[in-house]
């Protein structure tokens, strides 16, 4: 794995040392502002995904809320490799990386199954329904699975719903599926729902993906509406492949967490909760990103597409 680390990641360790009860938090020993603790938050993704979207809103409230003494920095994985979202997972378990953006279908991968309802096929398939889970209690639930692995949980943040899209036509029914390569991000429990229609889930990444795509290996990529076409020219998709929600963790490396004062640490909780919040309140739903989808690919209508 290769990330490229921020220049003041190290910084936590030497404060957190220096600081006693004796000195005001903020206030060095020589009585000046402490300089702030900058931390990163690791993603997978390409630059301008939704990944990006919740680390910035995630960064900026964290600012606000500590006064500007703890500051995040996005780092992204620098290879192609395969399991890219088990890749993050790991760097905030063993502390390679303080944050991370991790979607919640990935922990299954790695021994936490808290989130496995939600990859029930056609359990969660609309934007109401994994926006009210993720403000429940039933999230921080799934979410304290995760101290088990080293990893404080502090957020789930809906990010609306996938579906599977092919060039020109849709995977319309299981006999569509049959015999067919789908790319679809490493989760256990959507793959189960993939195999069980006959098509073959791999996670191809980077070039390798295109390659596949332009050889015909792969015909299908589960994705948002809002990303399609970044990834299939002409893309269609049928409304009864929504199969399940996309949902992305925030989580900090525990130890890492722990060594924050208690008022950074709650300032953080906040910034995650209102991460939440924002993408609930202000994120598109699924049928206008589809129409904005047959937009951009001139397409006469929504309904003609996703039919």
């Excluded at 990330?3 to 220096?18: I, K, M, S």
Aim: include cysteine.
């Amino acid at each position: 794995m290769h990330v490229r680390r921020g220049p003041g990641v190290v910084a936590v360790l030497a404060l957190t040392a220096a600081s006693t009860a004796c000195v005001p938090e903020g206030v060095t020993r020589a009585g000046g502002p402490q300089p702030a603790v900058v931390l990163d938050v690791l993603v997978a993704d390409a630059p301008g995904r939704f990944t990006d979207e919740v680390a910035g809103e995630l960064a900026a409230g964290v600012e606000s809320a500590t006064d500007g003494r703890v500051v995040l920095e996005l780092v992204r994985l620098e290879d192609d490799a395969r399991r890219w979202n088990q890749e993050v997972a790991h760097a905030v378990m063993d502390g390679t990386s303080d944050f991370g953006i991790v979607p919640a279908q990935a922990w299954d991968a790695v021994g936490v199954e808290s989130f496995t309802a939600l990859y029930a096929p056609f359990a969660v398939t609309t934007d109401e329904l994994i926006d009210a889970i993720a403000q429940d209690s039933l999230a921080d639930d799934m979410l304290g699975e995760l101290d088990t692995l080293g990893v404080t949980g502090l957020a789930l943040v809906p990010g609306g719903v996938r579906t599977m899209f092919q060039a020109d036509e849709p995977l319309a029914g299981p006999d569509t599926y049959r015999g067919k390569g789908v790319r679809v991000a490493y989760s256990r429990a959507v793959w189960a729902y993939y195999e069980a229609l006959g098509a073959h889930p791999d996670d191809p990444n980077g070039d390798e993906s295109y390659r596949l795509q332009a050889s015909g290996a792969i015909a299908g990529l589960d994705a948002q509406f809002r990303f399609a076409d970044n990834f299939v020219d002409r893309p269609a998709a049928a409304v009864d492949t929504i199969s399940h929600p996309h949902a992305l963790t925030i989580v900090v490396n525990t130890d890492r967490f722990a060594s924050l004062p208690d008022s950074q640490r709650e300032g953080i909780r906040r910034a995650a909760r209102m991460v939440v919040e924002w993408s609930a309140t202000t994120r598109r739903p699924a049928e206008d990103e589809a129409a904005a989808l047959c937009a951009r690919s001139h397409l006469r209508s929504p309904a003609e597409r996703l039919r």
